[in-house]
């Protein structure tokens, strides 16, 4: 028993000899294969045959994909999920247990379990994309489109499958670093990574039948998105690739050293170079890599407070002016599926980030005085739990003895129910902690059932004036006739003042946008989309944001710091579904144009024209409602004042470095083996004059 030596640890030993293919490599021979070819548990030792199997788990039907459409099955418990949610870096396990236990005395009785299909264990649970049996048949759709649509275009971008490489391609055309974005994954870490940084990536072109690993160049960065060169290639850019730098195969460089794992140079570049230990040498000496805990830091990134079941007030999205209470039902990437509590198939349904000003815990509608609608559910769920106070958005604190807004005063906002304008709109109710319900002029309920809630340092109101003075077009009330609208002309026809300049938020971060710049932004007329956008303009901290394939008049405003913005390879890193844009998706998708349409359709209608209940009189520009809604629709809260007054790189170093700083992120050219050798403004108030208010105009 004891003389009989652990094949993995047999594989072991043998990868730490030959974890470096030296010059000459010839992937026939048998040393190299020996030299590539490790742990029977972890690694593949054929490639996968041509006809796929198929299991039958649980009352459904699985079968192993290629691997290159994202899903991969557990060869330990059956498990079908996201490729990159899986364990190892060959993508056969679900999970660390199942991985060893693949060698286990159990091994044999677990295939057999599953595939007599008895359902797979609770640890092999991973997240999906989609639900499992929706993704399996995109993904044989696609395989079947595939080998139908071989002839068409490569101009043509798959529904489900939107390659940002392709969109971006080698140009001018750049995307929004992930440091613009400081609530994603990695947002406060980015700074770091920059073009010119090495990394050990797969060896695409390589016939060994194992994973290989070789040394790449970042060329281009795209948000999460890196173009990659390979080692060797020097100015040949026909092996470039894109890459994104979060996933599990990509590391600085010293981690296939360190874990044993071979370093393969690429087949068709083996034959340039006869000494590539010292071609390595010279290339990597002084050059920068990735931080030794890049991996540690995104799977930290990636952990997220709210969790399933959690209860908070939310919006309503019928009735803008009221909240109501959901639950949590799925987190995506710091997305959150919100179900209404009172929805029994939990079909109704709102998707907003977790640091969304949409959100609230339990009781913030009570305690600052908005309207509120109870539900009607008095059981509750088991494992419902209110989700804490310290898990929502702070707003600054305002000073209740400062000049603050008053209810009747005149502002300029985003219409929420049209994020392509700024209209003229009114205060109408101050509520507490430093809150304001605002109408759209000429476009309200008589009981303020339309208005919406706003904090006072929001960045989506503004000063009378903002938009002339920006050269943004102003949406006028509807009915006004004294076009083009002028404040002064519509303050004197109202009887109404301006609320002074300084109240406003004027907080102008350097965001780091720039026109042009892609990513990837929540259509918030119908929040459950994530669709691939440019930033077209850029006024103090307010973005244009362009949904490509999409005409301009679904533009929409948002505010640089929205967390429904988020950096190109955001939703393949979260497993997030991206829309691709319209029009390149209905070349080969007619249904998904059709889809597309059938969305556009409520959108339009949304957007042009402002739904008010029948029988309800909208209110003009010359009057305010006499009649302030606020609290509990079913019991009114406790009485407010109306009116307030307030006022977060690696170097690799020489040969001859002595010793690693981990602080540094250092990584040392020594750890590279060869086969058996080793080698060590000044503020102003509105004022009734024949001049524009003073608000300074900044756009890039």
């Known amino acids: 028993m004891d003389s009989t030596q652990d094949p993995v640890d047999e594989g072991w030993e043998r990868r730490r000899k030959d ?10 021979t048998e040393e190299s294969s020996s030299s590539c070819t490790s742990e029977d548990s972890d690694e593949d030792s054929s490639p996968l045959p041509s006809s796929l199997p198929i299991i039958h788990t649980n009352g459904q039907i699985y079968t192993y994909p290629d691997g290159k459409a994202g899903m991969a099955t557990c060869e330990m418990c059956g498990m079908v999920g996201v490729r990159d949610a899986f364990y190892s870096k060959t993508k056969r396990f679900c999970s660390v247990s199942c991985s060893r236990s693949f060698s286990s005395n159990s091994k044999k009785a677990s295939i057999m379990a599953r595939l007599q299909g008895k359902p797979p264990t609770k640890k092999a649970k991973v997240l999906q994309k989609q639900p499992l049996m929706a993704k399996l048949t995109a993904h044989s759709q696609n395989q079947s489109n595939l080998q139908v649509n071989q002839v068409k275009t490569k101009a043509a971008v798959p529904l489900d499958s939107f390659d940002w490489g392709n969109y971006i391609g080698t140009g001018e055309m750049k995307g929004a670093p992930v440091s613009c974005f400081k609530h994603v994954p990695m947002g406060n870490w980015w700074d770091d990574i920059s073009e010119g940084i090495r990394v050990e990536v797969l060896n695409s072109d390589s016939v060994l039948p194992t994973k290989v690993y070789w040394i790449a160049s970042i060329i281009k960065l795209a948000g999460f998105k890196a173009l990659l060169r390979y080692e060797g290639f020097e100015g040949d850019s026909e092996q470039d690739f ?25 087949k068709s570049i083996q034959h340039k170079v006869t000494n590539w230990k010292a071609f390595l040498v010279k290339r990597l000496t002084g050059a920068k890599t ?43 990437g710091g997305r959150l599926r919100l179900v209404y509590e009172e929805s029994s198939d939990g079909s109704d349904d709102f998707w907003c980030h977790m640091y969304s000003p949409l959100i609230h815990n339990i009781g913030w509608s009570r305690s600052i005085g908005h309207r509120f609608k109870r539900s009607d559910v008095t059981k509750k769920l088991e494992g419902q739990v209110d989700a804490p106070g310290q898990l929502f958005m702070k707003v600054k604190d305002v000073d209740p003895s400062g000049e603050w807004f008053k209810d009747g005063m005149k502002l300029e906002a985003i219409d929420p129910l049209n994020l392509s304008a700024i209209c003229v709109a009114t205060v109408r109710k101050v509520l507490a902690d430093g809150y304001l319900m605002i109408g759209i002029d000429g476009s309200e309920a008589a009981d303020g059932s339309d208005w919406f809630c706003y904090h006072g340092h929001s960045p989506s109101i503004f000063p009378a004036g903002f938009c002339e003075i920006n050269s943004i077009e102003l949406t006028p ?3 006004y006739t004294k ?16 609320a002074p300049v300084k109240l406003f938020n004027k907080e102008v971060p350097n965001h780091g946008f720039v026109p042009g710049m892609k990513l990837e932004a929540v259509d918030l007329m119908e929040p459950r989309l994530v669709c691939v956008a440019t930033v077209t303009r850029i006024v103090h901290r307010l973005l244009r944001i362009h949904f490509d394939g999409w005409e301009e008049e679904y533009d929409q405003w948002v505010d640089c710091e929205s967390p429904d913005l988020y950096p190109v390879g955001w939703c393949q890193l979260t497993g997030y579904q991206l829309q691709p844009p319209a029009m390149q998706a209905s070349r080969d998708h007619p249904s998904a144009a059709n889809r597309q349409r059938k969305k556009s359709q409520q959108y339009r209608g949304q957007k042009k024209k402002r739904k008010i209940p029948i029988g309800k009189r909208p209110v003009g520009g010359s009057g305010i409602p006499q009649r302030n809604v606020c609290g509990d629709e079913n019991m009114t809260p406790p009485h407010y004042p109306s009116a307030p007054s307030p006022s977060s790189v690696a170097t690799i170093a020489p040969l001859d470095s002595a010793e690693r700083d981990p602080s540094k992120h250092t990584a040392v050219v020594s750890v590279l083996q ?21 608000f300074i105009k900044q756009e890039q």
Request: with cysteine; net charge neutral; glycine share 6%.
């Open 290 to 332: 990735l931080p030794p805990d890049f991996s540690t830091k995104v799977q930290e990134s990636m952990q997220f407070p709210f969790k399933r079941l959690m209860r908070v007030e939310v919006v309503d999205k019928a009735h803008l002016c009221r909240t109501r209470v959901a639950l949590v039902q799925q987190v995506i």
């Open 483 to 498: 076009l083009p609208l002028r404040w002064f002309d519509y303050l004197r026809d109202t009887s109404s003042v301006a």
């Open 19 to 28: 974890s470096f293919v030296s010059e000459g490599c010839e992937s026939g």
């Open 674 to 694: 060869v086969k058996d050798e080793s080698v060590k403004g000044e503020e102003c108030n509105f004022r009734q004059s024949s001049s524009a208010p003073d």
């Open 242 to 266: 894109w890459c994104n730098i979060c996933v599990p195969d990509v590391h600085p460089v010293g981690w296939c050293a360190s874990g044993g794992k071979p370093l393969v140079p690429p």
């Open 477 to 479: 009330p509807r009915g």
